[in-house]
Nanobody, 123 residues
């Protein structure tokens, strides 16, 4: 069982930056690949980024490539999402998720989800 808690969301102006964190419980964090997803108001949940167990491989949706960076610190049981050059269309609730089998964009493969953190980008 893994419990995930996101933090770091907030209100930021377009062009600004935010760093999201996702803290995981338990001693098995390093056995899970991790992903970030987001859901904008009235829209489907979208894949944002994913990272392998060791952190050696990272994957991004085209819409965030070059602006967002996913990373993890297995000693701290935490995964991060650094978001730069934010745009109003990045406004969404952001969720982190854990999976034993990494298929980056497939939400159905993720076993555990956090409660989400709101990111609002004003124009």
């Amino acid at each position: 069982q893994v419990q995930l808690v996101e933090s770091g969301g907030g209100l930021v102006q377009a062009g600004g930056s935010l760093r999201l964190s996702c803290a995981a419980s338990g001693r098995t964090f390093g056995t899970y690949a991790m992903g970030w997803f987001r859901r904008a108001p009235g829209k489907e949940r979208d894949y944002v980024a994913a990272i392998s167990r060791s952190g050696g491989s990272t994957y991004y949706a085209e819409s965030v490539k070059g602006r967002f960076t996913i990373s993890r610190d297995n000693a701290k049981n935490t995964v991060y999402l650094q978001m730069n050059s934010l745009k109003p269309e990045d406004t969404a609730v952001y969720y982190c998720a854990a999976t034993l089998l990494l298929v980056p964009g497939q939400a159905g493969q993720y076993n555990y989800w956090g409660q989400g953190t709101q990111v609002t980008v004003s124009s």
